[in-house]
């Protein structure tokens, strides 16, 4: 009998240890980088809140992230960011699609926070991570991963919401929000970074309703313009 469960403790054991085995293949096959050397990404960026002048983003409106190396699934690239008063400066980062780890993160002004493509919901956007796609949405018709995390620090009084979206296809993010608050004291931080162009994939603007009504009745003005320009001009009738 003692043998017996031995055996089948043995037999579990197996079991699992090939379970996580498969695990680990499908996370390799997953974990690929879906960016190219020369693919480069500008993004518009946006801060405010009564911190936003001790952030490395501030007085930051553009910055383009540009592929310079791919190795496995360490990309490199260099960050130029363009400032209100138009300075630019670059700087030259690093990212591991599977890990996470990156090299003179600290340097750049905005978290380019590229991950693995074609990851799916619930999946570990990094190895030995605790975030992940809550759901798959369209963006300029393309699927688009969403996460959404809120943490708290300092028993409570200190909060941190980030919502990203990266597109699926690659790994890159394409719109992502930071919102740092206190209790009491409401949003001392609000950074947001969204794509505006990119060569890896055409990005049709997407315009509100407001706007789309703005433009249809310039079209309309312009149309009967048009028309009662050409009836003023047109000869009159002749008369028998």
């Known amino acids: 009998m003692r043998r017996e469960f031995v055996l089948m403790g043995t037999l579990v054991?197996?079991?699992?240890?090939?379970?996580?085995?498969?695990?680990?293949?499908?996370?390799?096959?997953?974990?690929?980088?879906?960016?190219?050397?020369?693919?480069?990404?500008?993004?518009?960026?946006?801060?405010?809140?009564?911190?936003?002048?001790?952030?490395?983003?501030?007085?930051?409106?553009?910055?383009?992230a540009t592929v310079s190396k791919v190795t496995d699934s360490v990309v490199t690239y260099s960050l130029e960011v363009q400032y209100q008063n138009g300075t630019q400066r670059s700087v030259t980062a690093s990212v591991d699609a599977t890990s996470g780890e990156s090299e003179n993160?600290?340097?750049?002004?905005?978290?380019?926070?590229?991950?693995?493509?074609?990851l799916g919901v619930s999946e570990p956007t990094y190895s030995n991570s605790t975030s992940w796609a809550n759901e798959t949405v369209t963006?300029?018709?393309?699927?688009?991963?969403?996460?959404?995390?809120?943490?708290s620090e300092?028993?409570?009084?200190?909060?941190?919401?980030?919502?990203?979206?990266?597109?699926?296809?690659?790994?890159?993010?394409?719109?992502?929000?930071?919102?740092?608050?206190?209790?009491?004291?409401?949003?001392?931080?609000?950074?947001?970074?969204v794509l505006v162009a990119t060569n890896a994939w055409t990005i049709v603007p997407e315009f509100s309703p407001q706007i789309i009504v703005i433009i249809?009745?310039?079209?309309?003005?312009?149309?009967?313009?048009?028309?009662?320009?050409?009836?003023?001009?047109s000869p009159p009738e002749t008369r028998l």
């Open 105 to 118: 993160s600290t340097k750049v002004a905005i978290p380019w926070v590229l991950v693995a493509a074609n």
């Open 154 to 193: 300092e028993g409570g009084t200190e909060n941190v919401t980030l919502d990203s979206y990266w597109d699926k296809a690659t790994g890159v993010p394409v719109n992502v929000t930071e919102i740092d608050s206190v209790t009491g004291q409401g949003i001392t931080l609000d950074m947001n970074y």
């Open 13 to 64: 054991l197996l079991m699992v240890l090939a379970f996580l085995a498969q695990l680990t293949l499908v996370r390799a096959q997953t974990s690929s980088v879906g960016v190219q050397t020369g693919n480069y990404f500008e993004y518009a960026v946006s801060l405010s809140g009564a911190q936003a002048i001790n952030s490395s983003a501030y007085g930051v409106t553009n910055a383009t």
């Open 216 to 233: 249809m009745t310039a079209l309309v003005g312009v149309a009967v313009v048009t028309a009662l320009r050409r009836k003023e001009k």
């Open 139 to 151: 963006i300029n018709g393309r699927p688009t991963d969403h996460a959404f995390q809120s943490s």
